[in-house]
């Protein structure tokens, strides 16, 4: 940088160039209550007209441009900038900033520009200004290649100072090393970071996209629905938000399934809502009480019909930057996903599936092989990690072991296939000839690659692998090698999920695997009388690099249909869902619908660690807003018209007395 | 109606043209547990080819037309519809409808349909259909031109009845007589009615294009902010939402004020969301404890520029059948409204403006008028209703009597002018002939017209007579008389507000009158210190046909400006908005915005009478969902994990003990 060539070249533009350098500073000494207000207003209530720009980002604004815009294009126009001091720099550039980026402003030199200079030089950093002055070209060799706006500065003629930051809890550029605590704490701060300031207007973007293509393109109806609803009887993720009748509570409902459903039942067609919904997960940590979902649902339309809406949707909104999108997406089975990745939700953007070992030991010797082979649903898999032989640690093959043991109570085979073709494994003095080359071939595994082989119950070694596979691929990709490409979007449609799932606590009856509204598959549905567990659902996971984005349905509208499921199925008292049975008797088209957890998909999209880093003021970790405090004491005043009071743990109901029974 | 010779006509018809007639017709009797489901889905997981539109209402549908959609263009042709059955007319057709309106569908009377006639005939009212056919042109006056679809009908060739209306709690026909109670337990059924319909589906398009405007014409970000926030101290409008952690509570705010200032100062520069806001209005009736408001702010802009990007996004989103929308708007300052229509929110849709008669009485010798005039804001107001004195009952006259007496405690002269010119009035005799006819021009009374005199202090005459202008409007128009124009909008903008009120319980202190971070007009400053009470706020309502729909304002930026109204002026504990103070404190820029109530808006654009006709899933007067009956009880056993317990009214905190000392 060489700065004193700059400043001699400055003086000689200087003094080519006369300024005339209006300085209007306003009062922002401390001792003052406050400054002189930013603009007078028009002193009629007929207004002013507004600034110059009618469309665009500067439109109605004290600016002309944003801090982001300005190039070559623009030299020698007068403009009006407003933004933040990012920093100051030798007295001779202050860099301001704003949502769309920096623009640097050359302090004038000249004598009678002394006040402005002063002024100017005297700002404290993140100080909110206005700034007036010619756009130039930045004098040859200056230019800032990095900087979009690098090309040119602005001579600054005019400032005015709308607000000076005066306390800062810490140095902004020091920001992203504070702990997340003091960052959310001051999330305002945060918030001004570029990345934040993107990840938030493409989330914006994102969904304004969606909905021009649910509104303009398919005549869908934005509907909302209420979020004071009913609790669901058990639903213990649920809030309850107190009423003024003495026990009677609102919930916050987890998604407007029901509404969606009697919005079909009521003839609405093509229902989309970006919905807010709740979820209690008390004391889960990494949890968001609120969070969003695109919510749609639709009539007269079948499975193939709600999965190409959404393939054109996301095609329709995906942003520019990220490449364009192919449809249709993938389809697997579920049965397929969990043979080949050992998961409902595979991460597609890399191979290494599971190899099922079973016929290549069907008559081994091996002890523990037979064994696991002779049990119900017995089964023999494996991975191949490709050059896993090579750049695997022991520590690493223990924390893979450590893994089976711990999470799935499983022991894990280790074969690593060294460089000259040779074996290196416990199993490898067990193994016979045949059944190494058969091994080896069947698994392709090629010298430095690494098998992992474990032997049991397919429910538990399916998803064992598929766990490993993930742990492999993260193994990997910390020693170096790329497998997963970052910039790359997979999504992927399973389907075919069973209808039913053994209960957890009870592995006799039956809990539905997502919710109780799901159609049988249609060449299924005789299966519901003899045989329910076999029953396949009309449900779609919609998965996107290896996380779950979204889940829908072909719902039941038959209520006979409904009521079976309820009540001979599920085992649960249908009154509760009187309402609803009802509804399906009295009219009800075919329908079904989809919600995606718009959170996490825009969280996929910009490549975020976090939600946390695409919503604009999440809860910490606890469920905490650590900027407002909240939640936050509410004194039994307040609560008593609500009819409530707080039952203290340490008390363990002594004092309170007859709540429990009160509650009859 | 000739129905010998259409039928005629028809079998003539049916005798030229063979009709190949497929009939599948579910297994619909009531013994089985379900019937065929709608259509086999492909047995592959790979998906067969989406139905043939590929946008429209009808794109990914079963249908390949929607109800209301065919006409002449379309005869020939073979078309699919699905919906309800909406009555069947005397074995030859079935009227079929779905959200866009109706189609005739004609039963074909030939031997070899006989299967497809008796399914057709035997579909009970509200079913659900899918009708395949071909487009006849209607016979020679058969056409009904009232309907859309009038000129045509679909010969029906093939139906699938996909779920049967077995159950209606009254008939379809009748609803529109039942209870509002009746209607809203079962809003399934009252949203299938054409009004409804069109009222969601208007105000779905309104949010839409005013998302359009604010997106993508001028850069706004829809941000999304907490529904679960902390408790604003004092709060009594805010729901408590107990957390997991004892003692401390989630509540729902009235709206994002803080977030969205929050983010102005976060640098996100344009934000809005269509926000769902909570108000617990406990006893209150008719409250919707849950709505949703346009929610807008911006940084770098004065009140001139709110106001016209408002008008900008209402003349954008404004309904085309509607009619065009002209701005900017009509402004009229506060005091203006008070003084010429006696409410801050008026109907200017029509005159009969308020008439201060002071000066006409200026020496009047009537003992009441005179003593009225000599007390602390003392005025004779009137106004003069045209043609009052002609249509108006005795009855009518006493009832605007009464509500000067029973809600402003004010007694009200009535002045009747004759056709004849003579006044029929008890201050007639009172009156001097000069008082008489400067009076009369002053009012610019006509034959005919009646005039209401009330003298009193202003702050009681000017709502007094502003409430009985609409009174009077209503009585007018209640006699035939046409005063508003059912299908004019008026938008009007009321400024210049006062920034502080008098306290209702103590009037020595200050309110404020919108809230505490509207900031004061730049000329009244200085009268912050000396005389707060004087103050004009930068606030604007936004008003439309005498309903105040919005109200926004520029916001105070500067933390000791905000302190100080806090601290001094409205003496409440600024330590509680510290959050808010430390961030204007760290580099906030000059903001403002606005709230758009847009139930309401939407409710007087389709000029419904209550905003429940515009909400999808309104709650009762009482503030309860008659569906699904919430709020509803929980057990005490489900309130456990939030430490809370029911305190029963009845027993008067005695059984339950220590609940209120436990809570210290």
Not at 34 to 58: D, F, I, K, M
Not at 216 to 238: I, S, W
Not at 469 to 491: I, M, V, W, Y
Not at 632 to 644: M, Q, W
């Amino acid at each position: 940088m060489s700065l004193r060539s700059r400043m001699l070249l400055q003086r000689v533009l200087f003094a080519l160039k006369a300024h005339n350098v209006r300085y209007r500073q306003t009062s922002g000494a401390g001792s003052v209550l406050w400054e002189t207000p930013v603009r007078p207003l028009c002193c009629s209530n007929r207004r002013h007209a507004p600034a110059p720009a009618s469309t665009g980002p500067s439109s109605l604004s004290f600016r002309s441009h944003t801090c982001g815009e300005l190039r070559s294009d623009h030299v020698g126009q007068k403009v009006t900038l407003c933004g933040w001091v990012q920093y100051l720099r030798q007295d001779l550039f202050v860099i301001l900033r704003d949502f769309s980026g920096l623009t640097q402003v050359l302090i004038p030199q000249e004598e009678s520009a002394n006040n402005l200079k002063a002024a100017l030089c005297g700002l404290a950093v993140e100080s909110v200004v206005k700034v007036t002055g010619t756009v130039r070209k930045r004098p040859a060799g200056q230019e800032n290649k990095l900087m979009p706006t690098g090309e040119i500065e602005i001579l600054a003629q005019n400032l005015e100072v709308f607000n000076i930051c005066r306390k800062l809890p810490f140095e902004m550029k020091e920001f992203v090393k504070k702990s997340e605590a003091l960052r959310m704490q001051y999330r305002y701060l945060a918030l001004r970071s570029s990345q934040m300031q993107k990840n938030l207007r493409l989330r914006s973007q994102l969904v304004m996209k969606m909905r021009e293509y649910l509104c303009n393109v398919h005549g869908f109806v934005d509907v909302e629905t209420p979020t004071l609803f009913k609790r669901t009887p058990g639903g213990a993720k649920e809030f309850v938000v107190p009423s003024r009748e003495p026990g009677l509570f609102y919930s916050l409902p987890q998604s407007p399934q029901q509404f969606k459903q009697l919005l079909m039942v009521a003839g609405v067609d093509r229902y989309f809502q970006i919905a807010r919904c709740y979820r209690d997960e008390g004391s889960k940590p990494d949890r968001q009480p609120e969070f969003t979902q695109v919510d749609i649902e639709m009539s007269f339309v079948d499975q193939a019909g709600i999965m190409a809406l959404v393939e054109g949707m996301l095609q329709f909104s995906w942003p520019a930057e990220k490449g364009p999108l192919q449809v249709p997406f993938q389809v697997m089975t579920y049965n397929e996903a969990m043979r080949d990745y050992g998961v409902d939700k595979p991460d597609t953007r890399f191979n290494m599936k599971l190899i099922d070992l079973s016929e290549v030991f069907s008559s081994t010797k091996i002890e523990f092989l037979r064994s696991a082979l002779s049990q119900s649903e017995g089964s023999i898999q494996a991975i191949c990690v490709p050059s896993g032989a090579k750049h695997f640690t022991g520590k690493d093959l223990d924390v893979l072991k450590q893994t089976a043991k711990a999470q799935f109570g499983q022991e894990l085979s280790l074969v690593l296939v060294r460089d000259d073709g040779t074996l290196k494994s416990p199993l490898k003095k067990l193994l016979s000839v045949p059944e190494t080359e058969n091994l080896l071939s069947r698994a392709e595994a090629k010298p430095g690659d690494l098998l992992l082989i474990a032997a049991g119950s397919l429910r538990v070694v399916l998803p064992l692998l598929g766990n490993l596979r993930l742990q492999c691929a993260q193994l990997l990709e910390s020693h170096g090698l790329s497998l997963r490409d970052p910039s790359a979007f997979h999504f992927l449609w399973v389907v075919d999920f069973p209808l039913f799932l053994p209960k957890e606590d009870n592995p006799e009856e039956l809990d539905s695997a997502h919710h109780p509204f799901t159609a049988p598959r249609t060449e299924d549905t005789d299966l519901l009388l003899s045989e329910p567990h076999k029953v396949r659902g009309q449900h779609y996971d919609l998965v996107l690099n290896g996380c779950e984005i979204g889940g829908g349905s072909i719902r039941i509208h038959k209520a006979s249909l409904q009521l079976h499921v309820l009540k001979n199925i599920l085992k649960e008292d249908p009154s509760l869902l009187s309402h609803l049975l009802e509804a399906l008797d009295s009219g009800a088209p075919p329908h079904g619908g989809i919600a995606l957890g718009l959170d996490r998909l825009v969280s996929v999209v910009v490549g975020a660690s976090s939600i946390r880093d695409v919503i604009a003021f999440p809860k910490s970790f606890r469920g905490h807003d650590l900027m407002s405090h909240a939640p936050d004491t509410v004194s039994e005043e307040e609560l008593k018209p609500y009819h409530i009071s707080i039952k203290w743990p340490t008390e363990q109901r002594g004092g309170g007395g007859g709540g429990g029974s009160a509650g009859k």
